[in-house]
């Protein structure tokens, strides 16, 4: 069973930048498509990027244009690259490998986006 490691949340000013990682435990990551997620309280969990196996990338409306989704195969990761970033993007941040069931989540990292 793969597990997924996310990393590089925090706080950061509006307008900032963070980067976020997901690193998996087994290299049959790299064959599935990936996806970042983003909850903030009292609100559904909502596809922020999506990255598949052969480099093909989707986002969600709310971050076009300021979130980047990239992978490294020799390191079994995805990442999330966010510029520009806004209090709303405040959330927790989670990565998730595509599979039956819904695949495999992250625990998740925070992200707080405040002055």
């Known amino acids: 069973q793969v597990q997924l490691v996310e990393s590089g949340g925090g706080w950061v000013q509006p307008g900032g930048s963070l980067t976020l990682s997901c690193a998996a435990s087994?290299?049959?990551?790299?064959?599935?498509?990936v996806g970042w997620f983003r909850q903030a309280p009292g609100k559904q969990r909502e596809m922020v990027a999506r990255?598949?196996?052969?480099?093909?990338?989707a986002y969600g409306d709310s971050v076009k244009g300021r979130f980047t989704i990239s992978r490294d195969k020799t390191k079994n990761s995805v990442y999330l690259q966010m510029n520009s970033l806004k209090p709303e993007d405040t959330a927790v941040y989670y990565c998730?490998?595509?599979?039956?069931?819904?695949?495999?989540w992250g625990q998740g990292t925070q992200v707080t986006v405040s002055t």
């Open positions: 990255i598949t196996s052969i480099l093909a990338t």
């Open positions: 998730n490998q595509a599979g039956p069931g819904g695949g495999y």
């Open positions: 087994e290299n049959t990551f790299n064959l599935y498509s």
